[in-house]
Structures are given as structure tokens and as C-alpha cells.
């Protein structure tokens, strides 16, 4: 007989067996209460505000609840999880940076209402705020490695797995996007 005290024990990788052999919705709720929050935040990093990034997260997880059969346990679950929600989010990402550039246009009424002396209350986080627009400007495969590497901080090995690439593609992938990074951030901004 199992009670949640047992069905907690489980590891992930038992949770998932279950899950697809038994189509086991209690299960599936152990697996979401388990990695809710890490793939909120994930999801937080692509979003613009908390409602887009709880709309990304249901998302994860109902694409996951369908796809988990796809789950063969080469690398640990949670690292599966990692590259499941990144590739979503990044796929959510580029759908809809193509729908933003068709409806951006200028209202040149909003920079004439700028005034000169508005308070530096902005002024002292402007490096943030700079390098939050910098990451917006490059890709999102770009921005995905580098909240992988220095937001999440996975070792080169996870990105590894995350992504199923070889190790020097990883490392020239990081740099490529580092240095990509640093030209919009000093140039656009």
C-alpha cells in the first residue's frame, strides 16, 4: 500500500516510471511540488513580468505531463528539466520576438514628455537596467546559455548535458555569446 509519506520518497526517476506506466496524476503532483519554483524562476528569466512567467510554468508542465514518456534517463531528471523548460521558454521567446518587431514603432510624443531634471533615483541602477536591455538584444539561444553558465551556475559539463553538445562547443558557445553580449552592451546602449 502506498501513503505520501512512501510516494515522497520516491526518486524522480521512480516518480516518472510511475507517472508513464500509470498515467498517476498524484505522482505528476509530487514531480510539480518537487521542481515548481526552479522552473518558475527559469521562467521568470525569460518572462517580462511574474503573470507571463506563471503562464510559462503552467505551460512547462502541462507540455511535460504530455512529454514525459520521452524522459529515457540519460542524465539525471532535473538536468531533463533544465533543457525541457530552457528549450520551451526559448522557443516562446524567438515565436514572440518576431511578433514584437511588427507592432514596435515609435510614439514621439513619450520622448518629447521627457524632462531633464527627473531624479538619478534610476542613475544608480543604471548598469543593471543596461545589462537587463543588453540581454534582451542578443539571442535567446545566447542569453540561454549565458543564465545557464552565470545565473544558474552549471558546471560545463551540465551545460553539456542540457544542451547535447560536446564540451568545446559549449565552451566557444559561452564565449561567442560573452563577447556578443559586451559589443551591445557597450554600442546599443
Request: glycine residues 4%; hydrophobic residues 40%.
Amino acid at each position: 500500500m502506498r501513503t505520501l509519506e512512501n510516494i515522497n520518497e520516491l526518486s524522480d526517476e521512480e516518480l516518472v516510471d510511475g507517472i508513464v506506466k500509470n498515467n498517476d496524476t498524484l505522482l505528476f503532483e509530487i514531480l510539480y511540488d518537487r521542481y515548481a519554483m526552479l522552473v518558475y524562476n527559469k521562467c521568470y528569466g525569460f518572462a517580462n513580468n511574474e503573470d507571463e512567467a506563471k503562464d510559462l510554468t503552467q505551460d512547462v508542465f502541462l507540455k511535460l505531463f504530455i512529454k514525459l514518456a520521452s524522459f529515457k534517463g540519460k542524465s539525471k531528471f532535473s538536468t531533463w528539466l533544465y533543457s525541457f523548460t530552457y528549450n520551451h521558454c526559448v522557443n516562446y521567446v524567438t515565436r514572440n520576438t518576431a511578433k514584437k518587431f511588427e507592432k514596435q514603432s515609435v510614439d514621439y510624443t513619450d520622448i518629447e514628455n521627457l524632462s531633464d531634471d527627473e531624479d538619478d533615483t534610476g542613475f544608480l541602477s543604471m548598469k543593471v537596467d543596461k545589462l537587463k536591455v543588453a540581454l534582451e538584444l542578443i539571442s535567446p539561444e545566447e542569453k540561454m546559455i549565458l543564465l545557464l553558465k552565470y545565473q544558474d551556475s552549471l558546471s560545463i559539463k551540465e551545460i553539456e548535458s542540457v544542451l547535447g553538445i560536446g564540451e568545446s562547443a559549449v565552451k566557444m558557445r559561452i564565449k561567442r555569446a560573452k563577447d556578443k553580449l559586451q559589443t551591445v552592451y557597450a554600442n546599443n546602449l
